[in-house]
T-cell receptor, first 112, second 116 residues
Framework: SQKIEQNSEALNIQEGKTATLTCNYT??????LQWYRQDPGRGPVFLLL?????KEKRKERLKVTFDTTLKQSLFHITASQPADSATYLC???????????FGPGTRLSVLP | DAGVIQSPRHEVTEMGQEVTLRCKPISGHNSLFWYRQTMMRGLELLIYFNNNVPIDDSGMPEDRFSAKMPNASFSTLKIQPSEPRDSAVYFC??????????????FGSGTRLTVV
């Protein structure tokens, strides 16, 4: 089964800087990869999906890249704000898109 | 739409008791997923349904766990008998069509289960 690693458990950055979170996987390259945000006491919220044939996807201040050669996805938040503080999870599709397996998450803290 | 609704939000029970968690998916969504989240193991898929039919229950830890989806608007996850190691946050999620094509999963707020 897929083993997913996300960069360090916690990441602290200064407000206004760009946060970069990584998602690395070990086995097959998924057809889709998603990113979610999770706040304490809440369920994950879907942010972005990127397909294997897409190198980059953007949504407002968010940018996701997908490199199937490196088996890696990068998630960027530009002009970060304290409100961006949360845990971010990547999720890889399995079983031809029938379900997704989640990474352990990275807890991001944006300091004012 | 009120989103995915889970109940109860919190459940504290004694070891050996039966626990039933409930989920109402978003109307029109045809896939439903049960996940469990712990600090040690993260989010784990337990079982998922497509059009009310269980597709893959390989993530269900053991026979003490069972899940049903009697209709498109309701699902239950039952643990009988419960054990302290079952303590976790249990999430229900639903999606429209093949999950994640554009919209991803919509998760409920979860049920925090504590077995003492």
């Amino acid at each position: 089964s897929q083993k997913i690693e996300q960069n360090s458990e916690a990441l602290n950055i200064q407000e206004g800087k760009t946060a970069t979170l990584t998602c690395n996987y070990t086995n097959y390259s998924p057809a889709y990869l998603q990113w979610y945000r999770q706040d304490p006491g809440r369920g994950p919220v879907f942010l972005l999906l990127i397909r294997e044939n897409e190198k980059e996807k953007r949504k407002e201040r968010l940018k996701v890249t997908f490199d199937t050669t490196l088996k890696q996805s990068l998630f960027h938040i530009t002009a970060s704000q304290p409100a961006d503080s949360a845990t971010y999870l990547c999720a890889l599709e399995e079983n031809y898109g029938q379900n997704f397996v989640f990474g352990p998450g990275t807890r991001l803290s944006v300091l004012p | 739409d009120a989103g995915v609704i889970q109940s109860p939000r919190h459940e504290v029970t004694e070891m050996g008791q039966e626990v039933t968690l409930r989920c109402k998916p978003i109307s029109g969504h045809n896939s439903l997923f049960w996940y469990r989240q712990t600090m040690m193991r993260g989010l784990e898929l337990l079982i998922y349904f497509n059009n009310n039919v269980p597709i893959d229950d390989s993530g269900m830890p053991e026979d003490r766990f069972s899940a049903k989806m009697p209709n498109a608007s309701f699902s239950t996850l039952k643990i009988q008998p419960s054990e302290p190691r079952d303590s976790a946050v249990y999430f229900c999620a639903s999606s429209l069509g093949q999950p994640g094509l554009n919209y991803g999963y919509t998760f409920g707020s979860g049920t925090r289960l504590t077995v003492v």
